[in-house]
């Protein structure tokens, strides 16, 4: 594949929906549950019977701009709702009520977190808005039809719209990584691509290197991952400039992209030319939000991931990698706080929630939440270490164990009896058994080769099935050796 | 501004009404003498008002985030003209090919 | 409480008297005599336990756009034929409440769009007061049911002036609230930034407690509004009869074009004098932008209706055109079989003033000659006047079939159109006859001074007497 990039600058924008997490629906009182049966969350409202009107969640307007404070927008005091007309018959008033001229905020700032990148990268967000989800379309349940399901249609959601500020798959990435983190950290969201709740469409277009004038961009659609978006990215950047050096257009259009070949095609022509015809939603009075609201609104934000590593940063002196690990989501974040606060010791505690504990949890594919060692726990195991009632080997052990059994690590040690041994008369008696066993090597180590310390300390750890506590052996060998 | 037959036919496919071509002509002139009398509209100086979006005063009232669906005595399935399963069904898309 | 059963039940005989069905007047739409009587029963028992209920037994007749149990809501079209609502709306559960039964649901122009009533899927309606001529519209079914005598109320609805049109065509009171003052919650929108539940009435009376039985804000309409509600229309009946010193009352130029019927300012210019003689102060005052009201209403309510209009699409519920190929025909062949022509000449009319490049032009400069409309109002209103009075209608009843053209008909509006685009309250009173045809007068006060209006209503009312119907 021909690399584009040392002639060509790929340019993108993203469109991200994201759907809030509120007990009911947007503009009635519908569960927004996942999972019911198809059309049971359903009511006059949101089925658009005739006659029925909408009510604004409080909830959906507090999360919404919780997120516009937490992404540095400027909240508009007065945002105006307005209706998208367009027919599909998973949208069942014909229209859509978004929000158009007067979103609930505009100009904001994502700081993108770059992996290998220290700085961080500032990425302008043009305007978010809040508006309605759509029902579910099946359209390969049943031969010739289509089947509808509006348990959906009315969940609120924000759409956070960036500008084309981005330059590569990897920044796109970025930036959708930074913004699925802070949305978690801000409990607006569940966040999740696999179950929808958050959806992106990419813009992309490719231009000259230096070159002023944005180029045509196509839409990419259909991409459920992260990684996709990025390899959607490429695969579309790759297509245009493939395009512009054979000396074609680019066509403005929408691509979709196909996760099993790895390419992007054309999405069939819809036959009819889309105009939305918006107007304020007469329905609804503007959203008046008043300063005060905004301030009671910014004091409900929890700890947001930026100030959370400041805070690490200081209290507990962790690195950037470790920063990286501990904070990627808000769970491990307050998993680890949990440990490194009862344990003391913060560097410790990271160690084993990026050693063992990650290497569980990718083990099983789970999640920090209602993991089976709980983090006062983790903490007792790591004490145990400190104090050097366990080798390292055996805390493994130990640790496996307890995640099976969820006993708690005295618990587990005593059963397995583990517990590491730093008597003198017992440790000497170990290496004197050692002794016996490696004449050879003990003879050359009394004459003075001290690199064979690590095979005698070896034979000892294995003399006492690992219990010896090997920073003690080394010492005790010290006076065999001239 | 006058309504061609073009713009009636493009707007009845925005509206999902099907014209048939002989009622064009005669739908585009209703439209344009209808139209007609909205041009004093145009004279207007308008530039001192600002239009309120509803006619209520205040902004819109928030509701509490409660489950409190407004009751019915039917259910969307048997309001609707065809269902199965749960799901409400329509005539597939003319875009979708059957699987 | 025998005689709350004993009422309803006639109420429902007259509704289902064949003169007033499909082959006679063609006012009524639907009846469910089993439902009404079971309600009446059900008032008659909370009555007879010491409920106090404002309208106890009192059988009324509902527009067949608001969202009733027991008996189907068509809005007059064939794209709801057969349609019960599965919820009702606010208005209806309130009135209820205070103890009103529903006797019959009425017929009216389809989706309220007209000014005649001929405009419905069911056939047109005739006026009771001569069956060649037409009830006026979009409301005519609950005017012509007053007029007819099948009840003392009725309740319809308004966009533009479709309760006090044919109010003031059939001889009597009709009423349009302010805007927000009585829940839209279960009113089938058309114009929604218009729409308004209004009342028809034998009194002015009747149609206060009415009114004020449905007022009120409510959680399921967010531009309903939190404005108390006068308790009783008790003050109407203290003032009945009594002066209208240090009232008011403007007489707006506008109004009384030269181009108006001499007989029908004659009768206007005796209320005038029979008010001055009431004791109210007339002073002549200037609406200058009553004469875009027309045009405004014309862009403002298509525009809204064709995407209110757009749930209609045979997915959820109604009639499916069930012999369609693919969806895009599905939705064309349903909206085309169901929809009347006037529909679809205002879906048409919305969905082009709304659309790429029109918008500016079209719909937000109508909103923006709207807002000077309601400006005019504000500035009269500031300046002292209590209450405008002015001709409810340019023409008395016209003929059925007299008016073929679109906008000719549009124009039977003027007068009324102002305060749906204003929100202003208004009434239209019985003030005379002209060849034995109604005329009707009408109030208007600045907006939630529903109080005045009903004072000064019934202070005229009660002053023409025998003469308002003569």
């Given amino acids: ?482 | 501004m006058a309504v061609t037959e073009t713009d009636v036919r493009k707007i009845a496919d925005l509206a999902r009404l099907s014209i048939a071509d002989s009622e064009l002509p005669a739908m585009a002139a209703q439209m344009n003498s209808i139209l007609a009398n909205m041009d004093a509209l145009t004279q207007i100086d308008t530039s001192t008002v600002t239009p309120s979006v509803t006619a209520t005063p205040g902004g819109a009232p928030l509701r509490p985030d409660a489950v409190a669906p407004i009751p019915m005595n039917s259910t969307a399935q048997l309001l609707a003209p065809e269902s199965r399963d749960g799901f409400i069904l329509v005539p597939r898309l003319g875009t979708h090919e059957d699987v | 409480m025998e005689n709350i059963i004993d009422n309803v039940s006639e109420a429902v005989d007259r509704a289902t008297d064949p003169k007033v069905g499909s082959g006679g007047l063609n006012i009524i739409i639907a009846t469910n005599r089993e439902a009404s009587l079971s309600a009446a029963e059900q008032v008659s028992v909370a009555y007879g336990g010491g409920d106090t209920m404002a309208l106890a037994g009192v059988p009324i007749v509902v527009k067949d756009n608001i969202a009733t149990f027991d008996m189907p809501t068509t809005c007059g079209s064939r794209i709801l034929a057969a349609y019960t609502s599965p919820y009702e709306a606010t208005a209806i559960t309130r009135l209820r409440a205070a103890g009103a039964v529903v006797v019959a649901k009425s017929n009216m122009d389809e989706f309220a769009m007209g000014s005649s009533t001929e405009t419905s899927a069911y056939g047109m309606t005739r006026n009771p007061l001569d069956p060649e001529r037409s009830p006026g519209g979009s409301s005519g079914g609950s005017a012509a049911a007053v007029a007819a005598g099948i009840t003392r109320v009725a309740l319809g609805t308004e966009t533009g002036g479709s309760v006090r049109q044919p109010a003031a065509f059939c001889g009597v009171v009709g009423v349009k609230p302010t805007y927000g003052r009585v829940s839209r919650f279960g009113l089938v929108a058309f114009g929604s930034s218009l729409d308004q539940i209004g009342v028809f009435a034998r009194t002015v009376r009747e149609a206060a407690a009415v009114t004020y039985a449905m007022a009120g804000a409510d959680q399921y309409d967010s531009t309903s509004a939190d404005v108390p509600v006068p308790v009783a229309p008790a003050e109407i009946e203290a003032h009945r009869g009594k002066t209208l010193n240090g009232v008011t009352i403007g007489i707006p130029s506008e109004y009384f074009p030269e181009s108006l019927d001499a007989p029908m300012r004659a009768r206007c210019d005796a209320a005038i004098e029979a008010l001055r003689g009431l004791g109210a102060k007339i002073v002549d005052v200037s609406l200058p932008h009553t004469s875009l009201a027309v045009p405004v209403y014309y862009v403002i309510a298509p525009a809204e209706a064709s995407s209110n209009l757009a749930r209609f699409d045979g997915v959820r519920y109604g009639p499916r055109a069930a012999d369609s190929i693919d969806l895009r025909e599905m939705y064309e062949n349903t909206r085309t079989r169901g929809f009347g022509d006037e529909v679809k000449r205002r879906i048409l009319i919305g969905t082009y003033v709304l659309s790429h490049g029109y918008y500016d032009a079209y719909y937000r400069k109508a909103q923006a000659v709207r807002a000077l409309i309601s400006r005019d109002f504000d500035k009269v209103f500031a300046s002292g006047v209590d209450a405008l009075f002015t001709p409810t209608t340019p023409t008395p009843a016209f003929k059925l079939g007299a008016v073929t053209d679109p906008y000719e008909m549009y124009m039977s509006d003027i007068f009324t159109a102002t305060a749906n685009l204003a929100g202003v309250p208004a009434i239209s009173i019985p003030i005379g006859r002209v060849e034995g045809l109604p005329v009707g007068g009408q109030f208007i006060t600045s907006h939630f001074d529903e109080p005045r209006m009903f004072q000064v209503a019934a202070a005229l009312e009660a002053t023409l007497g025998d003469e308002a119907h003569s």
């Avoid at chain 1, 018959?89 to 979103?103: E, V």
């Fill in chain 1, 1 to 482: 594949m021909t690399d584009w990039s040392t002639k060509y600058e790929m340019v993108v924008g993203l469109e991200v929906h994201v759907q809030l997490k509120t007990r009911s629906k947007a503009f009635c009182g519908c569960s927004t549950d996942f999972g019911a049966p198809p059309n049971v969350n359903t009511c006059p409202v949101c089925l658009a019977l005739p006659g029925a009107l909408p009510a604004v969640n409080a909830e959906a307007v507090r999360l919404a701009v919780r997120a516009a404070i937490a992404l540095e927008f400027t909240i508009n005091h007065t945002s105006v709702f307005a209706r998208k007309n367009y027919f599909y018959p998973d949208l069942p008033k014909g229209y859509q009520i978004s929000q158009f001229d007067q979103p609930v905020a505009v100009h904001g700032t994502l700081h993108a977190r770059i992996p290998g990148e220290a700085k961080l990268r500032d990425i302008a967000i043009t305007r978010l808005h809040m508006e309605e989800d759509a029902g579910k379309s099946i359209h390969d349940r049943y031969p010739h039809m289509t089947a509808i399901d509006l348990n959906r249609a009315g969940v609120p959601l924000i759409e956070i719209v960036s500008e084309p500020d981005m330059r590569s798959p990897a920044e796109a990435g970025a930036y959708l990584r930074t913004l699925k983190q802070l949305l978690e950290y801000a409990e607006i969201s569940d966040v999740s691509m696999e179950e929808g709740s958050l959806r992106v469409d990419a813009n992309v277009s490719a231009r000259l290197h230096g070159a002023a004038k944005l180029g045509t961009k196509t839409e990419v659609k259909n991409v459920n991952s992260f990684s996709a978006v990025e390899k959607s990215l490429q695969a579309e950047f790759d297509r245009q400039c493939a395009l512009l050096e054979s000396g074609d257009s680019v066509e403005q259009m929408t691509m979709i992209w196909d996760a099993t070949t790895g390419t992007v095609r054309p999405a069939r022509s819809k036959e009819e030319s889309h105009d939305y015809r918006y107007f304020p939603e007469p329905d609804l009075p503007p959203l008046i939000l008043d300063e005060d609201y905004v301030t009671r609104v910014r004091k409900g934000i929890p700890e947001l991931p930026q100030q959370l590593r400041e805070r690490f940063t200081s209290e507990f002196g962790l690195s950037d990698a470790e920063l990286d690990a501990v904070t990627d989501d808000p769970q491990t974040a307050m998993y680890f706080e949990g440990v490194a606060h009862a344990h003391g010791d913060a560097k410790h505690a990271a160690k084993w929630v990026m050693g063992e504990v990650a290497a569980a949890l990718n083990e099983s594919g789970t999640k920090i939440r209602g993991f089976a060692v709980r983090a006062h726990q983790l903490a007792e195991l790591l004490d145990m270490i400190r104090d050097g009632k366990l080798s390292h080997t055996a805390a493994k052990a130990v640790f496996a164990t307890m995640l099976a059994s969820g006993k708690s690590a005295p618990v587990v040690v005593a059963e397995l009896g583990v517990t590491q041994v730093g008597d003198d008369a017992q440790l000497e008696a170990w290496i004197q058994e050692a002794f016996a066993d490696l004449p050879d090597e003990t003879a050359r180590f009394r004459a003075g080769e001290k690199k064979l310390t690590g095979v005698l300390v070896g034979a000892v750890m294995k003399k006492s099935k690992g219990r010896a506590d090997p920073k003690k052996v080394n010492a005790l060998l010290g006076k065999y050796s001239k």
